[in-house]
């Protein structure tokens, strides 16, 4: 299927970056601006997706729009929220769907269904990624395996954010064989409450959330499971289970993933080393797990191993750092902009 | 070794209870008072010690002990802080010992060791546990498994506060041979600062702690594990990983069993009920996993179970949740007062 | 009218109070069982009440009603949700109404508008509060001032949060004469969510009010204002201007009280004293200002006094700290209750 | 004396600014780099100065130092924090303190003193700041009141997170005459956590500010008073009361400000607009009070006012909103740095 990973060729090794730092000058600012328009700008993922493109320097933002927010201000300075309208959508390069799940797919089959010129698409939602049942042809936006076809997409899924942590740790130990499969590979993951979306739901409130902690999508159902085996296939045999934790954004994995006698911290190391080298998103710790506060408010994802000691099996602790709005999110989806503008990576980003 | 639990007799079974509201009229109370003292009144655990010793309707607090805070107000009505001293520690009927980790040892030497008259001790360190080579012939305080040789001891080890959620578990499904020794089963746990004491480390400020999450006592090396193996023995294959969390008190602990075929969550359960009919300090729930908030400033222990869909072998999720300051540590520790005393095991719980 | 304070009789003084605390052994506790129904009983402080009413000696707990809550567990040990129904809620000695502010005013007019025997009742809510234009002949449960009206009312209206700090500061002072009236009394208060229900705000939401902190019902509009001013009448200009704190309960309010030349801290604390004596829901700090950690869950108020240095005109600093569930709604209710039945203030508070 | 307000040329008027987005293409980056170097990095004012100095497009970051956090990586890429060394301090061509109040001077003497070629030298401590008694001939960094001034200056002293609020509401009304001086003007101010500095103090543990809020520096006594009165002198009659909020960053401040007869929030909106017209690091709200939510991770400061209703005596409302890291320490020491430069006061800044 479309979202098979190329096990061979290596998206890291095939496009060298050097590392630029997102603020200092910007060798391409001189070149032409790129058209954005984000429907969906309100909600915690677009109000990051209007920052960010707000500030990147190869953008022009043409709108940001809300029913609900209509006339009040944006993140974006001088740009108030508009009505969702489909003939300004038509009009910009790139658009961005930070809607409700399943009203994005509408605006995909209106925009691309009439025929004609029309703008390319980064979908944040879940309605066109792998495992829904509906991909249509989308490209599925993890950035570092699938750069080239995003460079030629009309349209792409960007990942889920638990999804984004999960394969990007594993994706490169099942390409190089390491994990056991006839063994549980276990993920804890927790995220912040921004991650549910800004909803007025009982459950989200202060009142409740603040001082606890609490698993949910549990029986290992939660609907970010189909978008990890889409891309894992029979690699692992996983277990999921996600929980709800008293901050406002970020998401950590914990992972206990048995491997083949012999595997060890080091072999992980070297299996992601040699995918993401000169990724500037992911960052690689040489010893220790990441913590959250290290990807705080940015748009890297942190990958570290630890050795088990005294397990009648062979297994490593892997790690996974990222927030939730920024890699997991809005950040990957600047990511995919880049890709589709044939940009550096980390173009706009706070890497 | 001492601390091998017995099989075979069940402690719930044996001391029937019933569930007397922690507030209601107390039937024992125009009996005689224990006297109590506390050591280390001003850490977090000596504080939930000393308030609920002083609500405790059976018990006489003689004193609560602090260096630091030395005659500023305890939680006690009237009842300052006072200098550690030997010889009121001498008088008391039980002493309670909440002491750094360490200096508890040398306290029970020179109360235990001096022969003649001396008060029964419930050391709330880590000092005596089984696994720590310092037993020392300590009871171990795992009330609801222990009770009849608490109710003789002269010192008693409370548990900590993680081994105290995966003991209560893990020890009912090993008694009726549920698990599948030949894979892992992996915890992953969570606890809010309190549990870390009240030491001013600098990864434990407000600034460090507060919007972070991350894992320590990583590597499957916490100390913790030696007191969990010394109780499972061989019984599971044991990968734990402890979690900081940004809240004050507080549990959870969600670990994914490996189970011998067909077995499932009502095996689970009916495990569990076997052993804790009429504890009041454990309450299964009929379906889901617990929430920290469930527990939170009670002293008990909450028990669920879920199973686990798609994955290639049996395998059940199993979620613990108590307050490290309550049924983790004095709140156990008072289980283990009244056991002493043979009052109800909720005499001044928060059940 | 009828809510003006007797600026003569000390309620304090009349009823001195020996301090028994509510966990002790409880003298009363063989006598008849009051039964106590709640309305509205999923609420945040439905839930309190529920809970406080389940572990009081005195009370025998009928029901706790919650339309939406209907059927699942409630915080009293085996007496789940049940819907509100008009002929039980009769069938009671004392009937609490939990209840969104507006429908009490409705169950009020139905209870005691029908004539014959009916339950008495304690108003949560706004609804009779003095100021409201709908007192109707209730007594204001300010419970320190107004014990013996309460003792004989068929329906107390329990004061606001934020009144209940405010009133017990400024109370003993106005009829003492010390606040200078031709200047600002100037009242900055902090509230936890909890004081904004439990209803689904999206402003409410974990991520909005974590690592947040603003101003509303800013321009001295507040709702409370009226009810504070009703008492204080013009023995003081006030502004009132309250906080949204990022926390889930608790209030704090830090008042700036010019006084007539001469008048300092001692004098403060002697009114107070004079007032408050023996009363074991005030307590009234030596030195400082108090902390909202220091009456957390707890049932309490604590006053605290402290001068300003370098001013160019005579003033205070007031302080005063409560839980909004506790001393703040709940737990004056209960105290309420003990004055409508003529038992102890303090029975069944966490004092 | 020196740093007396001129209260006729307006700062503002006098250097216009295009807004000029952070991360827009810079002008001014094909200019020469200004070396920069950091004492004192590992707090939480130095890692915000590291932080931005290191995104800044016009600066070279030379080294940021920590004793206790040597080796060990800081928030500039490639740049692991170094020891305090003179020799390399004196080679830059600014250097930013970030010591503990107190050593700063020392090292102000020791580079300064020596005579000869020096670095400019921009002190975020205490020391040398209005009111210190140590002036030392530094210029008050407040930059929109004194950015001619710090052109020129050697060394400037960067002012308070507390003050910086306090004036930028209030040195404009003062100038107009807006206050009534013979009534307090009382500030009840909130600072998240790390405005009181990285120290493993046991009060600034996560147990104890979490859930917590309370009033330090209480009786007028904060030593922030000192540095507002040398600027505000005698225009108004402080009450300054600081509390601690559960948040990691962030200050806002409420001020009821009596005002002379007539004078109404618009008269205060015009009296800002005068004096902040075109200056992007100050925002002056239409309507409303700011929230702290505003400011966060910003290097600006929000300005609101609102009237107060029912009051015996004419007086306004103000509300003031910064990140104590921003605006209130790393973001104003950057307007300075550009100020010194001869660079847009926002270049590197997050407006």
Chains 1, 2, 3, 4 share one sequence.
Not at 200 to 206: G, K, M, N, P
Not at 214 to 221: E, H, L
Request: glycine letters at 12%.
């Amino acid at each position: 299927m479309g979202y098979a990973v190329n096990m061979h060729g290596g998206g890291g090794r095939d496009c060298p970056l050097v590392y630029i730092h997102a603020m200092t000058d910007d060798a391409e600012s001189k070149g032409p601006l790129a058209r954005v328009g984000v429907l969906g700008g309100s909600g915690y993922t677009g109000l990051e997706a209007t920052t960010l493109l707000a500030k990147h320097p190869g953008v022009s933002l043409a709108f940001t729009s809300s029913r609900s927010a209509q006339g009040s201000p944006s993140p974006a300075p001088g740009l108030p929220f508009t009505v969702p309208d489909e003939a300004r959508a038509r009009e910009v390069d790139v658009l961005f769907l930070c809607l409700p799940h399943g009203t994005a797919a509408e605006w995909v089959d209106r925009i691309l269904g009439a025929g004609g010129a029309s703008p390319r698409i980064v979908d944040l939602t879940a309605d066109h990624r792998p495992g829904s049942g509906r991909e249509n042809g989308a490209v599925y936006g993890l950035n570092e395996w699938f750069r080239e076809e995003i460079a030629q997409a009309k349209l792409v899924a960007n990942p889920g954010c638990y999804p984004t942590g999960v394969l990007a740790s594993l994706l490169p130990l099942v390409r190089a064989g390491l994990p056991a499969r006839d063994h549980l590979t276990v993920i804890n993951a927790a995220s912040g409450v921004t991650g549910a979306g800004r909803t007025s739901r009982t459950d989200l409130l202060f009142g409740e959330v603040s001082e606890n902690f609490r698993a949910y999508g549990t029986g290992n159902r939660h609907r970010h499971l189909r978008e990890m085996r889409a891309l894992l296939q029979d690699g692992v045999d996983l277990v999921f289970q996600p929980h709800l934790l008293p901050v406002r954004r970020g998401i950590l994995e914990t992972m206990v993933v048995p491997v083949t006698p012999g595997v060890g911290p080091d072999d992980v190391r070297a299996a992601w080393r040699e995918k993401y080298e000169g990724e500037p998103a992911i960052r690689i710790l040489d010893e220790g797990l990441p913590a959250l506060s290290d990807v705080r408010e940015t748009d890297r994802c942190h990958l570290g191993v630890e050795e088990l000691s005294d397990t009648g099996r062979p297994a490593v602790m892997v790690g996974a750092a990222l927030d939730n709005l920024g890699k997991g999110a809005a950040g990957q989806a600047l990511q995919n902009l880049n890709a589709m503008m044939n940009w550096p990576t980390e173009r706009g980003l706070r890497c």
